[in-house]
């Protein structure tokens, strides 16, 4: 734990802790300790875990890196929280992100952006970039994010860690802050499979405080890591053939494709022509359901309230102006317009006809096939500023991420070394709803 405090202070500048919990890791350090040598400790002891600032930690501020949350102290756990503290992990501390999760690079956090510490001029990714720039630098072990349309996996793909994404309703989101909660996911950062497969075999499973986690038994995922056999896996075509694509990162994923092949599992190119819809798609419902959860932020109930304000009506909106930035308002007032009447039908319905389309598409795919590959992001980590001012631009961004999240299937953003610039390079690789263990192996026997 020294050593983790000690990497903190050295990384500070990097800004990827939005608060260090020195009190409550010192506690826990001693109280596991002492389990130790008496041998009750759990199947986390002393793993050092840090936690996206969206995840509630009883007695521990939580702010969404938001205004509007600043101050704002957990009144209970997370379930994710709970299964890491019963099994002696040591929470270090809460780390930076997008204003509630919502952006690719970690700029629109209050708290100030997230610097990459293979070139700190770059982004670190989002929404999760606190996360993986933590286990980057080597300031916890493993850290937890949460991915609704890639917030674990492209940072992780910034910074060549592992983000991994389970299914959907795989890991309960209760204390989780939401941002669209038909897509939002807990994932985890680590530097080896093995650590993520121990994670998720903790995190996963029924919860009675979120009805939307699967029952499904939860196997022992970091056991079976070493059984894969032949797969048989398919390339996107279409995500490879884009222009938007960079070259290096096509490269790459070109000879990790070759080393699928040399390994014995058989490699083929499908067809997904939806892919201009996936973008659109996504932010057309995650919007919606977002203006929709951020209904509660009104002055009244939570965090910042304007105090300069002379009625309700005026407290509900002020509060909420100087509260929320600029990505949540546009957000908000984008799903605001496609749930109004008279764009309902035209928009959010329609999305969501387009998401069972793609959902579909991408089930059928997956008959034949046991994993799916594409890049993880168009490019490495982009200089921090340069795509502040087009949203266009970084939404699009999110094009490979999003299609997991749409589909709900579990997704891994694996690294593939560095560019010539020194930035890591990455690759993605999809299965069917509930086959964590497949991909896991897959990864493990791969890097
Ligand atoms: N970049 C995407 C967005 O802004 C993904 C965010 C996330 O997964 N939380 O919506």
């Given at each position: 734990l020294a050593y983790y405090f000690e990497q903190i202070e050295k990384h500070q500048h990097l800004n990827a802790f939005n608060e260090v919990f020195f009190d409550s890791a010192n506690t826990q350090a001693k109280a596991i300790q002492q389990k130790l040598t008496q041998g009750t400790a759990g199947r986390l002891a002393g793993m050092v875990i840090g936690i996206k600032d969206n995840i509630c930690y009883q007695d521990h501020q939580v702010t969404a890196s938001s205004k509007m949350l600043d101050g704002f102290v957990a009144?209970?756990?997370?379930?994710?929280?709970?299964?890491?503290?019963?099994?002696?992990?040591?929470?270090?501390?809460?780390?930076?992100c997008d204003e509630f999760a919502m952006g690719g690079s970690n700029e629109t956090s209050y708290f100030g952006t997230v610097k990459n510490a293979a070139?700190?001029?770059?982004?670190?990714?989002?929404?999760?970039?606190?996360?993986?720039?933590?286990?980057?630098?080597?300031?916890?072990l493993a850290?937890?994010?949460?991915?609704?349309?890639?917030?674990v996996r492209q940072p992780a793909a910034f910074c060549g860690n592992i983000g991994f994404k389970p299914t959907y309703g795989r890991i309960s989101r209760y204390g989780v802050i939401a941002y669209a909660s038909s897509f939002d996911q807990v994932g985890t950062l680590t530097s080896s499979v093995s650590d993520a497969a121990l994670l998720l075999e903790i995190l996963a499973g029924a919860d009675e405080n979120d009805s939307t986690v699967s029952t499904l038994p939860v196997p022992p995922y970091s056991q079976n890591l070493s059984a894969t056999g032949k797969k048989k896996i398919a390339v996107l075509k279409e995500t490879l053939d884009s222009d938007a694509l960079d070259p290096e990162t096509k490269t790459a994923i070109l000879s990790a494709i070759e080393k699928f092949k040399a390994e014995g599992h058989e490699v083929t190119e499908v067809s997904f022509d939806l892919l201009e819809y996936l973008v659109p798609t996504y932010y057309i419902l995650t919007t919606a359901?977002?203006?929709?959860?951020?209904?509660?932020?009104d002055g009244v109930h939570y965090g910042y309230r304007n105090t300069q304000a002379q009625s309700l009506n005026q407290l509900y909106k002020s509060s909420r102006a100087l509260g929320f930035g600029e990505e949540v308002k546009r957000r908000i007032m984008l799903g605001a317009f496609v749930l109004s009447a008279g764009y309902y039908d035209a928009y959010y319905q329609k999305a969501q006809k387009v998401r069972?389309?793609?959902?579909?598409?991408?089930?059928?795919?997956?008959?034949?096939?046991?994993?799916?590959?594409?890049?993880v992001a168009p490019t490495p980590a982009f200089k921090i500023g340069e795509n502040v001012q087009d949203p266009l631009v970084m939404y699009m961004a999110d094009i490979y991420t999003v299609l997991a999240s749409l589909a709900g299937i579990p997704a891994i953003a694996l690294p593939l070394g560095n560019n010539s610039q020194g930035l890591p390079l990455s690759i993605q690789l999809m299965t069917k709803h509930f086959n964590e263990q497949t991909l896991l192996s897959l990864s493990h026997s791969f890097l």
């Amino acid at each position: 734990l020294a050593y983790y405090f000690e990497q903190i202070e050295k990384h500070q500048h990097l800004n990827a802790f939005n608060e260090v919990f020195f009190d409550s890791a010192n506690t826990q350090a001693k109280a596991i300790q002492q389990k130790l040598t008496q041998g009750t400790a759990g199947r986390l002891a002393g793993m050092v875990i840090g936690i996206k600032d969206n995840i509630c930690y009883q007695d521990h501020q939580v702010t969404a890196s938001s205004k509007m949350l600043d101050g704002f102290v957990a009144p209970y756990s997370a379930t994710v929280v709970e299964r890491l503290l019963a099994e002696d992990a040591i929470i270090i501390g809460r780390l930076n992100c997008d204003e509630f999760a919502m952006g690719g690079s970690n700029e629109t956090s209050y708290f100030g952006t997230v610097k990459n510490a293979a070139d700190e001029e770059r982004v670190a990714g989002g929404s999760s970039g606190g996360s993986a720039v933590a286990v980057q630098a080597d300031m916890c072990l493993a850290a937890l994010g949460t991915d609704t349309g890639g917030s674990v996996r492209q940072p992780a793909a910034f910074c060549g860690n592992i983000g991994f994404k389970p299914t959907y309703g795989r890991i309960s989101r209760y204390g989780v802050i939401a941002y669209a909660s038909s897509f939002d996911q807990v994932g985890t950062l680590t530097s080896s499979v093995s650590d993520a497969a121990l994670l998720l075999e903790i995190l996963a499973g029924a919860d009675e405080n979120d009805s939307t986690v699967s029952t499904l038994p939860v196997p022992p995922y970091s056991q079976n890591l070493s059984a894969t056999g032949k797969k048989k896996i398919a390339v996107l075509k279409e995500t490879l053939d884009s222009d938007a694509l960079d070259p290096e990162t096509k490269t790459a994923i070109l000879s990790a494709i070759e080393k699928f092949k040399a390994e014995g599992h058989e490699v083929t190119e499908v067809s997904f022509d939806l892919l201009e819809y996936l973008v659109p798609t996504y932010y057309i419902l995650t919007t919606a359901e977002a203006s929709s959860n951020l209904s509660r932020y009104d002055g009244v109930h939570y965090g910042y309230r304007n105090t300069q304000a002379q009625s309700l009506n005026q407290l509900y909106k002020s509060s909420r102006a100087l509260g929320f930035g600029e990505e949540v308002k546009r957000r908000i007032m984008l799903g605001a317009f496609v749930l109004s009447a008279g764009y309902y039908d035209a928009y959010y319905q329609k999305a969501q006809k387009v998401r069972r389309l793609i959902r579909e598409k991408i089930e059928a795919l997956l008959q034949n096939h046991d994993v799916l590959v594409s890049p993880v992001a168009p490019t490495p980590a982009f200089k921090i500023g340069e795509n502040v001012q087009d949203p266009l631009v970084m939404y699009m961004a999110d094009i490979y991420t999003v299609l997991a999240s749409l589909a709900g299937i579990p997704a891994i953003a694996l690294p593939l070394g560095n560019n010539s610039q020194g930035l890591p390079l990455s690759i993605q690789l999809m299965t069917k709803h509930f086959n964590e263990q497949t991909l896991l192996s897959l990864s493990h026997s791969f890097l």
